[in-house]
RNA sequence: AUGGAAUUAGUUCAGUUUGGUAGAAGGCUUGAUUUGGGAUCAAGAGGUCACAGGUUCAAAUCCUGUUUUCCCGACCA
């Protein structure tokens, strides 16, 4: 009986999905994918699998990346990498296993780690000596060798970056978002002094804030994460916080000041400029592929992804309608001219039909096509859409395309950022008691701003609505009131509050 | 954690109640005609029914265990 029903309520939904195929302005709702207002969540996988982003495999919360993902994470490499080198970085390797001694050398940190770490208990079929766990993070690794290789102040600092994936045996796992194995880019600093240290620290936040805003086109908030909330082993924690579509939050990014925490039990020492020995003062910062599900959450709509033009892959794509000579002549001219000008653009020539490839290229979310037909080189034009918001223009052949396209990527980042940004403060409450944050987080979910008093126990409250936690700490205060929203004593601080992935 | 749902063609699913020849759609291949929002016709290929046991003359179907996915919780980037 009860089966019956869910099975008719499947049909149901096919049938509504089905009404959604009428027009809707000049375009075509994708057949392939859930509304993104009917379940979010299925959307979000119909996207990662038919954008052809990533594929399931065989073990539980690991996932292929395919050449689409990978490519968007290739080019947030590139961002990132340049940035770090410029700023003094230097990439290495470190092993994959950390001996279990290692691990435990630092006790927050373990206490943190353990109940997610994957051990290596055999080699071939002989039990090891000391079991090897699989890394979760690299700072004790990076420890042990900094150790080794330190004993002056003209040895520091030390600005190691490292990009390699890490394992993390989570229960619940979903693409990008939480896997078992991520890729990421873990970044190890060790410093003279406190204040180079804490200056490395807020500096590479801003890093991350500006791959956020200026490649990614996402809107973020930067701020200390709670004790309760900070990383195992950190003195404190900076975060970038981004708020997705449906309201909940995702922790993008984030930067550790590790102060002297880790060099004291690794026994990190250095002679200083007065001859005295001293531990070194530490940082770690990192970011992973997770970032690519907040691109797919912060623009996609329901005919796919949208990808921010400076981070897309494929930047423009160029549809030649009908087989006329002249139009795929004119069609490989532009394609030529745009990359030879650092614009990536490829040819759709196959044999689909036009609606064909307008839908599936808007489903892999490529910034900017070009349909250029017969009747455009009558007219001595051609069309140019963008996907954000399917606005199409009319371009004369005589004016500079490569500008004409430089500018639409740089008007559309701005648009989708501002759109972004937009949606998140009309997504952000200021709640004064406790109703108020269930009265809105019950409706309609978002960033919640509200004075706390410092105790964890007015924390853990907000739990109790649909688990939220604190966000952070964020570095633009506002003084909305002077008493914690829970206990009602003094407040130390507006906090925003959020639900998270 | 516990619980619930699912697992059949590359995809979405039917078939399981009541064991008896492996199905549909769409996708793919080939050819022709097409091409400005998911084309049409014709022909063709494609499945160890997730895995491992068990019951039976006979298992996609019944039983046991496991895998992976989704939902609900707890944990985390």
């Given at each position: 009986?009860f ?18 195929l009428?027009k ?38 690991c996932?292929i ?8 994470w ?9 940035k770090?080198?410029?700023?003094g ?6 092993p994959?296993?950390?001996p ?13 780690f ?7 208990t055999k ?13 979760p ?5 990076f ?12 040895d520091?600092?030390?600005l190691?970056?490292q990009w ?9 796992t979903r693409?990008f978002?939480r ?8 970044g190890?600093?060790?410093h ?16 991350y804030?500006?791959?956020?805003e ?11 994460k709670?004790e309760?909330?900070k990383f195992?082993?950190a ?14 939050s995702?922790?993008s990014?984030?930067?550790?000041y590790l ?21 070194v ?16 959450m ?5 005919n ?7 981070i897309?892959?494929?930047?423009v ?8 000579k002249?139009?795929i002549?004119?069609a ?7 990359n ?7 040819i759709d020539?196959s ?9 599936e ?18 007219n001595?034009q ?8 399917y606005?199409?223009?009319v ?20 648009d ?33 701003k ?34 914690c ?9 507006m906090?925003?509050w959020?639900?998270?992935?």
């Amino acid at each position: 009986m009860f089966i019956k029903k869910e099975k008719f309520l499947i049909i149901s939904r096919t049938f509504f999905d089905k009404l959604y195929l009428r027009k809707w302005g000049n375009i075509m709702k994708n057949k392939m994918i859930t509304s993104r207002d009917i379940d979010f969540a299925k959307w979000y996988t119909d996207i990662v699998l038919n954008a052809r982003l990533a594929a399931y495999s065989n073990v539980k919360g690991c996932i292929i990346l395919e050449p689409k993902g990978y490519a968007i994470w290739e080019n947030i490499q590139k961002v990132l990498d340049k940035k770090f080198k410029e700023l003094g970085h230097q990439n290495v390797y470190m092993p994959l296993f950390i001996p279990e001694n290692l691990l435990n050398k630092e006790s927050d940190h373990v206490e943190g780690f353990a109940p997610e770490v994957a051990w290596v208990t055999k080699g071939g079929s002989k039990e090891l000596e000391e079991k090897l766990c699989v890394r979760p993070t690299s700072e004790t690794l990076f420890c042990d060798h900094f150790a080794k290789i330190v004993t002056s102040y003209r040895d520091l600092p030390k600005l190691y970056n490292q990009w390699c994936s890490v394992v993390r045996w989570e229960k619940e796992t979903r693409p990008f978002l939480r896997t078992r194995e991520f890729l990421w880019q873990e970044g190890h600093t060790i410093h003279e002094t406190k204040e180079e240290a804490e200056k490395e620290a807020y500096q590479m936040l801003e890093v991350y804030k500006d791959l956020f805003e200026n490649y990614l086109a996402i809107p973020v908030i930067t701020g200390q994460k709670t004790e309760k909330e900070k990383f195992a082993g950190a003195e404190y924690t900076l975060t970038v916080e981004a708020l997705m579509y449906n309201g909940v939050s995702l922790q993008s990014a984030t930067s550790h000041y590790l102060g002297q925490n880790f060099s004291i039990p690794f026994n990190i020492k250095f002679t200083n400029r007065n001859n005295e020995l001293e531990y070194v003062y530490q940082t770690s910062w990192g970011t992973t592929t997770r970032i690519i599900g907040a691109i797919i959450m912060v623009h996609g709509d329901d005919n796919g992804l949208v990808l921010p033009p400076f981070i897309a892959p494929q930047q423009v794509v160029i549809i030649p309608i009908g087989k006329e000579k002249e139009v795929i002549e004119k069609a490989k001219e532009i394609n030529q001219t745009l990359n030879e000008n650092n614009i990536v653009s490829f040819i759709d020539d196959s044999d689909k039909t036009p609606g064909f490839k307008f839908a599936e290229h808007e489903m892999n979310g490529i910034p900017i096509r070009i349909e250029i037909g017969p009747k455009d080189l009558a007219n001595n034009q051609i069309i140019i859409v963008r996907r954000d918001n399917y606005k199409k223009e009319v371009i004369p052949l005589d004016i500079d395309i490569v500008q004409k396209i430089k500018d639409t990527m740089t008007i559309m980042h701005k648009d989708m950022f501002n759109k972004a940004k937009e949606r998140n403060e009309s997504k952000t409450y200021v709640c004064r008691n406790m109703q108020e944050v269930e009265d809105v987080m019950k409706t309609n979910p978002g960033f919640v701003k509200a004075m706390w008093c410092g105790k964890e126990e007015c924390e853990t409250k907000f739990k109790e609505i649909k688990g939220m936690k604190s966000r952070c700490i964020p570095f633009e205060q506002e003084q909305l009131d002077d008493k914690c929203i829970c206990c009602g004593k003094k407040a130390k601080h507006m906090v925003i509050w959020g639900i998270q992935y």
